[in-house]
């Protein structure tokens, strides 16, 4: 009984092993002809002044097609890219796309960085070269990206603060320091995550929490964009309580710059 019971229970995890192989393979292939040819989407996901609801900027998101189409999670993408090293290349598309269709455009252009990317010697100076001078722009960094910021992630950062490109801290709410780095990391805007943003409404200890971030954000001067607000309760909620800008799908989901209500 007991050894029928583990013989199921191995052949159930071998069986989920093989398919975590073949995610990472279809993903490694997909990742191949994005870095080589260029073949991936680009979608873009407005941020809206919470007071006017008006778009104010637009975070690019990059899109990876399986093979049939079938969409890749973003997520496991990025991650699978950073341990194999495609991140480089893709990443210098994404940057040269972006710039290329946001040129003639008002308000942000905003990008997420990745660990490797920032932890790059030279990354600060390559794009500063590539970057249109018209263009506003803010790069995204996660605790996970940049803890701890020292030598050349620092570098990178500082020497592109100094050239006018803003910071904002990602996924605030997220992470083992999250508070910590809100308090302290050097940056121009603060980001809530979408999964405490998601708890308001919920119960006071996420609102709690949320107050918590907008008054270190208060504190040091910071603006404060939410991603991820779905319901106009939160929208309300996070405006009352200081906080600027938001994102989500009660305003727009990620779509290709052509589809997206923004001012040309
Ligand atoms: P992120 O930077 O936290 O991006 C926000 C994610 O929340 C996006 O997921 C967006 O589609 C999703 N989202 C926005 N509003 C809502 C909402 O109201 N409800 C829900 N349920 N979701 C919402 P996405 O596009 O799947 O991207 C996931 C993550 O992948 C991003 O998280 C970012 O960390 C990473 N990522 C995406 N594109 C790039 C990229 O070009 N470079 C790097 N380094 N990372 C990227
Ligand atoms: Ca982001």
Redesign the pocket.
């Known amino acids: 009984m007991v050894a029928a019971a583990a013989a199921t229970v191995g052949s159930a995890v071998a069986a989920r092993d093989l398919a975590l192989q073949w995610v990472e393979h279809t993903i490694l292939q997909a990742l191949e002809r994005a870095a080589r040819d260029g073949r991936f989407g680009l ?1 873009y ?1 407005p941020t809206y002044d919470l007071a006017t609801r008006l778009p104010v900027g637009a ?5 990876l097609p399986g093979a049939g189409g079938v969409r890749l ?3 496991d ?2 991650a699978i890219a950073e341990r194999s090293g495609w ?1 480089q290349p893709l ?1 210098r598309r ?1 940057l040269e796309r972006s710039f290329r269709e946001w040129t003639g455009r008002g308000g942000t252009l905003s ?4 660990r490797s ?1 920032l932890h790059r010697p030279g990354y600060a100076l390559e794009l500063l070269i590539a970057r249109p001078a018209a263009i506003s722009l803010e790069l ?1 960094i ?1 605790e996970t990206s940049a803890a701890p910021l020292a030598g050349v992630a620092r570098a990178n950062l500082e020497q592109l603060r100094r050239h006018g490109v803003t910071i904002a801290l ?2 605030v709410g997220e992470g083992h320091n999250h508070l910590r780095l809100a308090a302290e990391f050097p940056c121009d805007r603060l ?1 809530i ?2 999964r405490l943003v998601s708890r308001i409404g919920r119960g006071r200890t996420g609102e709690a929490l949320v107050r918590t971030i907008l008054g270190l954000a208060g504190a040091r001067g910071l603006p404060v964009t939410a ?4 319901s106009e309760g939160q929208a309300l909620w996070l405006r009352a309580h200081g906080c600027t800008t938001g ?4 305003f727009a ?2 779509a290709p710059l052509a589809q997206l209500p923004l001012a040309a």
């Open positions: 979608h996901q975070e690019a998101l990059m899109r999670d973003p997520e993408v990025i991140i990443g994404l990008i997420n960085v990745s990317e995204e996660t990602d996924d980001k995550s979408r991603e991820g607000i779905e994102q989500g799908y009660l989901r990620p």
